[in-house]
């Protein structure tokens, strides 16, 4: 079949809106597949590299705005300067066109080899678009949001194959069962991406019904008080949104929690600048510990370095251990190459100072539930970030604020990634958000319970234990290091 340069082009964009629907919230990952189809078609029918490019990069411009368009809400509803408002669109067309970089790298390559639509050429591709994906983990600071592979973050089966070879194996999986239908000669490959999946599908189920009993290794709170993003950082109300998280955190249940815990700067202060509240948080403390995030300030040689932070605090209201934010979020936490652009960019979040990233490996005691492997807010979605820090750890846990993104999928992708994080190390999720989705998920990605967004209120749980023996992925990512 023949098309002219603008059909093409056209077919292209659609299909890259099209792979989008497979992340959260559709999960229509059927017809991601399918896209991934016409994309290696395009790419195998090119004539010339460059038009393998072309449409790599349109695919990837199409399949980022179809699934990071809610970005923009960021700039849109909660910029501290009214004039960022209007950077809402430019924004997320900038970071799409920065991001189809990536596929159209892959795609030229591709072409640049001279490979044919065949099962291997199709291979071969499924391989240049997973190392595409591994330099977008890296460069730039890195924004390894929404991989292909989390398609499949809707279906237990699917998800186990991320205890194998991690996000980047289901990835290569979905770009060659994807390559598969569109290779010149579908009629045999077709059914192998039918096999394929049917084989990733079999083994989830097979891992899931030979999974044993967890037991638990001790009980948490998990409070969401669901203060919305424009209340946040307002002086005014500090005194009050902190009191929503002692009175939701007193309410009084069968069990007294090992811990209770709050989300990323639920304390919007730093506690030693507001020593009439730490009695406040005592209290929502009483008989175990609280673990809250919180904003830190430390003074080194003359010069005061700021964190974003997790602190846990004793009954008395004093901190007895505390970890910082390790990878940073450019323009929301810190504004990249600060000394060039000195007071012409502001930053996205409260306050002209940018935030250190912390030079230590993430580790947090929490009493007698042992060390916790602390992620802040979007360290979750850094696959290899969280499962070279797992070694030695009881479970993961998480706290974020996604209240930012309001309605929109946004929180929802952003918990589908931290869920994977799960299965990846076999630690359990425990998930604490200002706003988005508080969750507790075991380490085969089981939601052991959760509170949907936009609502405030407790959710009380176990912690199920880690699984016996570290993962496939895991281990080899550890022995490779």
Known sequence: MHLARRQRWI???????????????????????????V??????????????????YTFGFGLYLGSLWWIGNAFWSFAPVPVVKILAIPAVLLLCAYLALYPALACWVWQKLRLKGNGLGAAAFALLWMGAEALREV??????????????TNSLPLMQGAALFGVWGLTTFAALTGALLGAHNRKACAPVAVALCIGLFAYGSYRLNHAAPLASIGTVRLVQANITQNHKWDPRLRAKQ?????????????????ATIWPETAAAFFLDEEPELRPHMAAAAAGHLLVTGMPRAEEKNGQTSYYNSIGV???????????????????????????????????????SVDFSPSAIPPALPIGT?????????????????????????????????????????GPEQHFAMARLRAVETGLSLVRAANTGITAVVDGYGRIVNRIEPEQAGILESIIPEHIDTPTFFVHNLLSGS
């Open 11 to 37: 077919l292209a964009l659609l299909s890259g809106l099209a792979a989008a629907t497979g992340f959260a919230p559709l999960y229509w990952w059927p017809l991601s597949l399918a896209a991934m189809g």
């Open 39 to 56: 994309l290696f078609w395009l790419v195998h029918t090119a004539k010339t590299p460059k038009k393998a490019l072309k449409a790599g």
């Open 139 to 152: 460069v730039l600071y890195g924004f390894p949001w929404n991989q292909l592979g989390y398609i499949f």
């Open 242 to 258: 902190l009191m929503q998280h002692v009175i939701l955190s007193q309410t009084v249940t069968a069990q007294t929690p090992d």
């Open 313 to 351: 605090l004793d009954e008395t209201g004093t901190v007895v251990a505390s970890a910082d934010k390790s990878l940073l979020v450019p323009f929301g936490e810190f504004i990249p190459l600060r000394s060039l652009v000195p007071g012409m960019v502001e930053k996205l979040t409260e306050g």
């Open 369 to 409: 539930l042992g060390t916790a492997l602390p992620l802040i807010c979007y360290e979750a979605i850094f696959p290899a970030f969280v499962a070279r820090n797992s070694a030695g750890k009881s479970f993961i846990l998480n706290i974020t604020n996604d209240g930012w993104f309001s309605h929109t999928p």
